[in-house]
Structure formats: structure tokens, C-alpha cells
């Protein structure tokens, strides 16, 4: 009789029934740094993507404003991807030394890289100003942003999840992932107040400045947050029993690419949906549209405590019904709600407008919510940060990167926002499919004893018949193989 799996023929640890207890001031600290951090973040990264939308083009691609603007706009939204290709540099880098020297200190120089940048931007001279040098600039600062978001959401997700009570990782690991809406909030909710206060002339000569520079003070407040967190259990462990390979990426990729792979795949839908929030629908609406700048800020707003509270929603209810099952959903409702949400849109009515996308951000949460805690049990402990981190800078690239590029290029060519719906809708069939392939690791052991023993069993045999994920299960069966 072949020996069975610590998780075979048992419930899984998530399933157990456990008395509820009240967070420990650790948890809820871990808790405030991570929502507060990835907040702070993704409200600098965002605040460039809805710029983007409004305002860059003539400011710093000047020449091709007055030979098109359509060209202009492709170009503008383009810079928003530019970023997303440097996102793997930044989650190779943060994820060796994440994986090495903790997750700590990897998000305070991520948090303060992102901040940094943001507020340079704030600062540059425009191409009236300076010329070309103008957008060369802008790039720079747009792929240092880049650069960081792509060592972010790792060791944040991590710290969150491996913080948390086993019964409760997708509700921990819920909480950075609200940092994306609550980001967007900040972003969408500035933009607004500013447009409010200013003429279009004063917004399009330094209003569209201050967010940018609003983020030293956000910087400081996350930086002093961060800096009070204590690191992770899990890689304390892991440092006290010193087991990991000294070239995490080297074994990564030698044992878990097939992980690597689904983790990409698995991201690609709701990142390129979530980007049409993001930055697409605002110059959507404006430009094709013909609506008010501040009606479709609001509107971006209302969509974004909706896709807040479906998220924090989806990282519970996956703890109830497991992870899998959670993204299936969120993929099945985004295919089927594209056509009827751009039927909506397409109206040009604002209330139409704001109702599609509302609740498409509703939806969006299922398929965000347990995304840290189904990352995390799908890697050991010694290449997690670098697995997670790597695996969702990819799929950003191939989901988000170029989305508002992409639809912008699909409704000059065919004059239907529908096929927008189209592109969407092939991309959750691509992520759900991918989810599927991973058999439910709800409740698996995410300490360093179990990825011990896969190396030691790899080490005995050569390579075994199947490599060992965290607590000891086969990564064959976790992927569905």
C-alpha cells in the first residue's frame, strides 16, 4: 500500500472547524502594514495609469499630439505597459533577497523606490520645457515604478498569509489585495478633488502635479508603519533551520516552472479587467463618449469600494469553499457579463455607464481576493517570495501591461467597444482554465519542514516522479497532472 500524502485522506487543516478568537496585536499590526503599504503603492502606480488617460499626451509627447491625436493616446496609454515589463526584474531582485534576508526589508525598499519615483514625476519639465528629454525622463521614472511594483505585492501577500491562522489565509491574504481598490480610491478620489478646485487650463499646467508629490507624505506614514512589523514567522524558521538552496531562482525555475507558469496564467484575466477600471474607462468615456471628467471619476470611485469589498469578500469565502472554486466563479462571471456591460457602456448614458462598471468591479473580487493565499500554498517556503513574485509580474505583463493599449486599438479599428468585451472574455477562459489545473491546496503546511523533506527526497532519488510543493504534496496532484 502506498504511502499517503499528509494531506491525503484528511481534511484539509482550513476545513477544521476552529473556535474563532480575536486577532493578536501581531496580526492586526501585519494587517495595517500590508493594506497600508500596498495601498500606498498601488496609489502611486495608479495615479500615473489615470494621468495617462487625461493629461500626459500633450504634455510630453507634444509632436505627435499635433500629428494625431489618436496616435498620441495609443502612446500615452502604452507607457502605463512600459512599466509591467520591468515588473520580473523587480520580482527576480526582491525575491532572492526576499527569499534570503527576509520579507521586511524588501517592502520598506519597495516602498520607498515607488515613492520616490512617483514624486520625481511630480517634478518633470514638460516636453515644451525641455524637449525630448521630457518623455525619456518620464519613462525612466514610469520603469523604476515599475521596477518596484514588481518586488511589492510578493513580499506583502507573504506576510499576510504566512502570518495568518491556517483557517483564515485567504481572509489575511484578502488584505493587501484591498490595497489595489483602496489605491485606486486615493488616486481616482485626488484626481477628482483637484479637477473640482481648478480650470482645465491650471489642472493641465500643475494640478495634475500634486498627487504625484502627495506621495512623500504617504511614503513617510507607510514607511513608519512598515519599519514596526516584525517578519515573517515562516522565514524566521526557515532562517533557524537554514535549509534553503543558495540560488533560489536557479531552483525555482529547475522545480517549479509549471507553478511559475499557472501563476501567470492564473493572473491574466482579472489584471487586464482590472486595468479597463483602471485607466481605460476614463479616457473611454471622455473621449468617445463625450462624458464629464469628474461624473466618470466618481463613477471610478463607486466601482472601487465595490471591487474593495468583493475582494476582502472573495478571500473569505475562499477559506469556506476553497480557493479554486472562489477564481471559478469570478471567471465565470467576468465571460459572462462583458457583452451585457459594454451594451451598457455604449449607451453614453451615465447611469448605464456606471452600472457596468460597478458591477464588473463586483465581480473582480472573486478572481483577486485569494489570490495571495492560493500563490503562497503553491510554493515551498525557500522560493516562494520569488515563485509568487515572479508569477504575477508575468501574468501582469501579458494581462494588464498593454489592456488600455490594446482596447484603445481595438475601438479605433472596429468602431465597437464590444470587441473590447471580446479580447476580455478570451483572457478569462485562458485564466480559468489555468485554475483549474491546480488541484485545491486550501490548508497545505507552509512551514519549512515540508519543503525539507521534498529537497531530501529529491536529493535521495534524483529527480522524483513529481517535485514537492509545501507540505509535502506532490506538485503533479496540486496541479492537476
Known amino acids: 500500500m502506498e504511502p499517503q500524502s499528509p494531506l491525503q485522506g484528511a481534511a484539509p487543516a482550513g476545513d477544521r472547524r476552529q473556535a474563532p478568537r480575536k486577532l493578536t496585536a501581531g496580526e492586526r499590526k501585519v494587517l495595517a502594514s500590508t493594506l497600508a503599504g500596498t495601498s500606498i503603492e498601488w496609489f502611486d502606480f495608479f495615479i500615473y495609469a489615470q494621468a495617462a488617460s487625461l493629461v500626459l499626451a ?5 509632436p505627435l499630439s499635433e500629428d494625431s491625436p489618436g496616435l498620441a493616446a495609443v502612446v500615452s496609454l502604452a507607457t502605463i505597459g512600459i512599466s509591467f515589463l520591468f515588473r520580473p526584474l523587480g520580482a527576480i531582485v526582491a525575491g532572492r533577497y526576499g527569499d534570503r534576508l527576509g520579507r521586511k ?26 524637449g525630448v528629454a521630457a518623455p525619456v525622463l518620464l519613462m525612466l521614472l514610469r520603469i523604476l515604478q515599475g521596477f518596484s ?10 506576510m499576510s498569509v504566512e502570518h495568518a491562522p491556517v483557517h483564515r489565509r485567504g481572509t489575511f491574504g484578502a488584505y493587501p489585495q484591498i490595497g489595489v481598490p483602496i489605491g485606486l480610491i486615493l488616486a481616482t478620489g485626488m484626481l477628482w478633488a483637484i479637477t473640482a478646485v481648478t480650470t482645465p487650463e491650471q489642472f493641465e499646467t500643475w494640478g495634475w502635479r500634486i498627487p504625484f508629490l502627495f506621495s512623500v507624505v504617504l511614503v513617510v506614514v507607510g514607511y513608519l508603519i512598515r519599519r514596526a512589523v516584525e517578519e515573517s514567522p515562516v522565514f524566521q524558521e526557515m532562517l533557524e533551520r537554514r535549509k534553503e538552496s543558495s540560488a533560489p531562482l536557479r531552483d525555482l525555475m529547475r522545480r517549479n516552472k509549471r507553478e511559475v507558469l499557472l501563476t501567470a496564467l492564473i493572473f491574466v484575466g ?11 474607462f476614463l479616457s473611454y468615456g471622455t473621449s468617445v463618449l463625450g462624458l464629464e471628467r469628474s461624473a466618470i471619476l466618481t463613477v471610478i470611485v463607486i466601482a472601487s469600494v465595490a471591487w474593495l469589498a468583493s475582494t476582502l469578500w472573495g478571500g473569505m469565502l475562499s477559506d469556506r469553499i476553497g480557493r479554486v472554486r472562489t477564481f471559478q466563479f469570478g471567471y465565470a462571471f467576468m ?18 455607464f456606471g452600472a457596468g462598471i460597478v458591477i464588473l468591479a463586483l465581480g473582480l473580487g472573486f478572481s483577486y481576493g485569494p489570490m495571495s493565499a492560493l500563490y503562497a500554498e503553491m510554493f515551498p517556503v525557500s522560493v516562494r517570495y520569488s515563485g509568487v513574485s515572479i508569477g504575477y ?20 479599428g472596429t468602431g465597437w467597444g464590444g470587441s473590447v468585451g471580446l479580447y476580455i472574455m478570451l483572457l478569462a477562459v485562458i485564466s480559468g482554465g489555468a485554475v483549474s489545473l491546480v488541484a485545491e491546496p486550501k490548508g497545505v503546511d507552509l512551514g519549512v519542514g515540508a519543503a525539507d523533506r521534498g529537497s ?3 536529493d535521495a532519488g534524483g529527480r522524483d516522479s513529481t517535485d514537492r510543493g509545501s507540505g509535502g504534496q506532490d506538485a503533479a496532484d496540486r496541479t492537476g497532472a
Open 149 to 158: 511594483a514588481g518586488g511589492e505585492w510578493g513580499g506583502a501577500a507573504l
Open 335 to 352: 465571460f459572462l457579463w462583458m457583452l451585457p456591460m459594454f451594451l451598457l457602456v455604449d449607451t453614453g448614458d451615465l447611469v448605464l
Open 393 to 412: 509580474a508575468l501574468g501582469a505583463i501579458l494581462g494588464g501591461a498593454f489592456a488600455p493599449t490594446i482596447a484603445e486599438l481595438l475601438v479605433q
Open 105 to 130: 526589508k524588501m517592502l520598506v525598499l519597495t516602498l520607498v523606490t515607488m515613492g520616490g519615483a512617483t514624486s520625481l514625476i511630480g517634478l518633470l519639465p514638460t516636453y515644451s520645457e525641455i
Open 58 to 62: 500633450p504634455l510630453f509627447f507634444g
Open 270 to 280: 482579472n489584471n487586464a479587467a482590472g486595468y479597463l477600471v483602471i485607466a481605460y
Open 456 to 458: 531530501a527526497d529529491r
